[in-house]
């Protein structure tokens, strides 16, 4: 009965975010692939694009609609021309979207070709680096392919993707996928293309056009690992971005196959510490140190490969699946180099931003009242799902954990996700009934806060804890140590009453008594 009233709250609750989610998704039509044909010049920002979509029709055959942000005094694409095969097509362009009528025909695979050109305003980011060269950078989470590619610019819609980039020939292009040409032409031009077989996102698709020193790092499992710097960062540039193949190596034994068909560490201007792009991961100017800093934001923007990239949130209300992944596996990562005791300091900063941002943000992880894709990103679906996955790992014991990431990322790989996809899987692995750990973890706001007290008396220690959190009893199993010379006993306990009280036979007095010594549990002592 209690477990049925979850379920149903569950579902009502995905319900209405799914209502959240304001993207306006097409009735029938799939995109398989997109070819963007893109001119960039010195003389100014403009581009010249020309993009064949693909269209997998998967009902009827109606109008459909791509995203591209229209021109608008400065800034903003014009649409030149739209053509099914070799026929013009009757389309709108309106409110930042092209909608397109189909010609009236059974066939339900079809390719669009939109001619257009204008100035990005953002997306692509044209611009000089930070040694004074000229730059262009595709900057697209989580919705700003539509600055500069006309797209389904919402991660529900994935497809293969090819780049073919047309450029003055003193550039260096990389950018999603597999290079697959680069030939100078006959006016002081080159033209390179990028071919990603696996379907992407449009939040983390990418291109870097500028002067780079480029470098292959190593080969693991058949993906080539490279590393692209501005020439001036070039030895330091690859000694801090030679820990990815390591990074990539770890993911790959522990969770499964790595979707796409090379992984590049791309120096980058981007406006983001890191940015996940799919096999062409974008880090921040000045991560390039030299001195081998960023370890942990490596291992972050490698795991979303995985997860966000690879298992994606059908929806932008249950980010965390990529975020809050992404913190707890490069967590995972850096534990797995360096040992536990990386974890718990990981994880004891992060427990100290959680109750910092929910003193000011008491909202759930996945936020129903949320409705732009930008503000998604927070203490609550980074730390606070990393943390999630921390007490679900204890909760289910390493291996049943370990078994059900597999399982999941088996599943859903190249795919899209909800939250209770993860669930169900989690539940099929471990035996478990988890509605009750997702309820209160993901869609209840906060933590248990507790306060408490021990005293000792005739062989035995006596515990009283109390929640003293107003809104939710949170239901959980705690650990509490009990030090001694030195060395710790734990016990645990199991809470989900306003106050409990526990005793447990003792010898002697405990020196101290500490509530969860390893970490396990997101609390706060009051
Ligand atoms: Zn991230």
Not at 450 to 470: A, E, F, H, R, V
């Amino acid at each position: 009965m209690k477990n049925n009233l979850f379920l149903i709250t569950q579902l009502l609750i995905c319900h209405l975010i799914s209502a959240q989610d304001t993207y306006q998704r097409n009735s029938s039509a799939d995109v398989q692939s997109y070819i963007f044909d893109l001119k960039l010049n010195d003389k100014n920002n403009h581009i010249e694009g020309k993009a064949k979509v693909t269209i997998n029709f998967q009902n009827e055959v109606n109008e459909f609609a791509l995203d591209l942000i229209a021109k608008s005094e400065n800034y903003g694409m014009q649409v030149v021309s739209v053509f099914e095969d070799s026929i013009k097509v009757n389309y709108t362009y309106e409110n930042n979207k092209i909608k397109i009528i189909p010609t009236p025909e059974e066939e339900k695979n079809r390719t669009y070709t939109i001619q257009y050109k204008g100035i990005p305003e953002r997306g692509l980011v044209i611009d000089t680096t930070k040694f004074g060269e000229r730059s262009f950078f595709g900057d697209n989470w989580p919705n700003l392919a539509r600055h500069w590619l006309p797209s389904v610019d919402h991660p529900s819609d994935k497809a293969s993707i090819e780049f073919r980039i047309t450029a003055p020939e003193h550039y260096d292009v990389v950018a999603t996928g597999e290079k697959i040409e680069e030939s100078n032409l006959d006016n002081g031009t080159k033209l390179t293309i990028y071919r990603e077989p696996a379907p992407v996102a449009m939040k983390v698709v990418t291109i870097g056009v500028t002067k780079f020193a480029s470098r292959l790092l190593g080969d693991v499992e058949g993906i080539p690992v490279s590393a692209w710097v501005y020439p001036e960062n070039r030895l330091d540039g690859f000694s801090d971005y030679g820990v990815a193949t390591k990074v990539l190596q770890f993911f790959i034994d522990n969770i499964g196959p790595y979707s796409y068909t090379k992984l590049a560490n791309m120096q980058a201007k981007t406006q983001w510490g890191g940015l996940e792009n799919a096999g062409n991961i974008a880090y921040f100017e000045n991560s390039v140190t030299g001195k081998n800093e960023v370890e942990g934001l490596i291992a972050h923007e490698i795991a979303h490969q995985w997860f966000g990239n690879s298992a994606t949130e059908n929806d932008w209300n249950h980010v965390w699946l990529s975020e809050g992944f992404a913190t707890y596996f490069a967590i995972l990562y850096q534990e797995g180099v360096y040992g536990d005791k990386k974890r718990k300091e990981e994880l004891g900063l992060d427990r100290k931003q959680i109750i910092e941002y929910y003193q000011k943000n008491p909202s759930p992880i996945v936020d129903a009242s949320i409705t732009d894709p930008m503000k998604v990103l927070s203490t609550n679906t980074y730390q606070k799902g990393g943390w999630v996955l921390n007490m679900l790992r204890h909760k289910l014991g390493d291996e049943a954990f370990w078994k059900g990431i597999k399982t999941y990322y088996n599943t859903y790989q190249n795919g899209n996700v909800m939250t209770i996809d993860f669930q169900k899987i989690m539940e099929e692995v471990s035996g478990k009934d988890l509605n009750l750990f997702f309820q209160q973890w993901i869609f209840t706001k906060g933590y248990p806060e507790l306060k408490w007290d021990w005293s000792y008396k005739k062989g035995k220690i006596t515990l009283n804890i109390i929640q003293t959190q107003k809104q939710y009893l949170f239901d959980f199993p705690l650990e509490i140590g009990l030090q001694k010379e030195g060395t710790s006993i734990i016990k645990t306990v199991q809470i989900s009453n306003r106050k409990s009280s526990f005793k447990f036979a003792l010898d002697s007095p405990p020196d101290s008594v500490v509530l969860d010594p390893n970490l396990w549990l997101l609390l706060q002592e009051k």
